[in-house]
């Protein structure tokens, strides 16, 4: 099976720096990727990593230890509109037979970002 | 483009009753997925498909749920009867899998159930 584990809330106030860590167990892993939610909206994709390392988008960064089964979600010069849910997920593979890949989605951190 | 489409965006009904949610994915993309988010279990994969094809049910949570896809534009996703508790969020998305490698997906605006 597979599990996921993340903060389950995050403050912070206006520009400052966040982490949101994500730890997880799967059977198979084929990469981690971030997903922002706001409240009443849809997901929307972040980030991905499929390698050990850092990924930089704007200012946000993502990054990736395979070895230890952990990733984290760094947001810089925090503004308000970056009050969301976060969430991890991992790639993984349905089985050994059929090869598709899915994602399996943390419960999600709520970042608040105050004045 | 458009983006991946949903309909309705809301229902409310009567439990026994027969629900359906409606999807458009993106056009051009070969996978789509249902989810259903809750306070309680969060967003759980319900059922994707590849190329039209079922891949994995194995989210669907009893028999009372199916779900079609009868061409590239179009899924279905049915509860017959519905009860309180399939009360939730219902998302589609869509992605573009190659090589059975499933990159970022689109999520659409979402069907908020609420069964009486």
């Known amino acids: 099976g597979q599990s996921l584990e993340q903060p389950s809330e995050v403050t912070a106030v206006e520009g400052a720096i966040v982490q949101i860590n994500c730890t997880y167990q799967?059977?198979?892993?084929?990469?981690l990727s971030w997903y922002q939610q706001h409240d009443g909206g849809a997901p929307t994709f972040l980030s991905y990593?499929?390698?050990?390392g850092l990924e930089e988008t704007g200012r946000f960064s993502s990054f990736l230890s395979r070895s230890d089964s952990y990733g984290y979600l760094l947001l810089q010069e925090l503004q308000m509109k970056d009050s969301a849910s976060y969430f991890c997920?991992?790639?993984?593979?349905?089985?050994?037979?059929?090869?598709?890949?899915?994602?399996?989605f943390g419960t999600g951190t709520r970042l608040l970002v105050s004045p | 483009d458009a983006g991946v489409i949903q309909s309705p965006r809301h229902e409310v009904t009567e439990m026994g009753q027969e629900v359906t949610l409606r999807c458009k994915p993106i056009?051009?993309?070969?996978?789509l997925f249902w989810y259903r988010q809750t306070m309680m279990r969060g967003l759980e994969l319900l059922i994707y498909?590849?190329?039209?094809?079922?891949?994995?049910d194995s989210g669907m949570p009893e028999d009372r749920f199916s779900a079609k896809m009868p061409n590239a534009s179009f899924s279905t996703l049915k509860i017959q009867p519905s009860e309180p508790r399939d009360s939730a969020v219902y998302f589609c998305?869509?992605?573009?899998?190659?090589?059975?490698?499933?990159?970022?997906?689109?999520f659409g605006p979402g069907t908020r159930l609420t069964v009486t």
């Open positions: 498909f590849n190329n039209n094809v079922p891949i994995d």
């Open positions: 997920a991992v790639r993984d593979r349905k089985g050994m037979n059929t090869g598709f890949q899915k994602l399996v």
């Open positions: 998305a869509s992605s573009l899998m190659t090589d059975r490698l499933t990159y970022e997906q689109y």
């Open positions: 056009s051009g993309h070969n996978s």
């Open positions: 799967t059977s198979g892993f084929y990469g």
């Open positions: 990593n499929g390698l050990d």
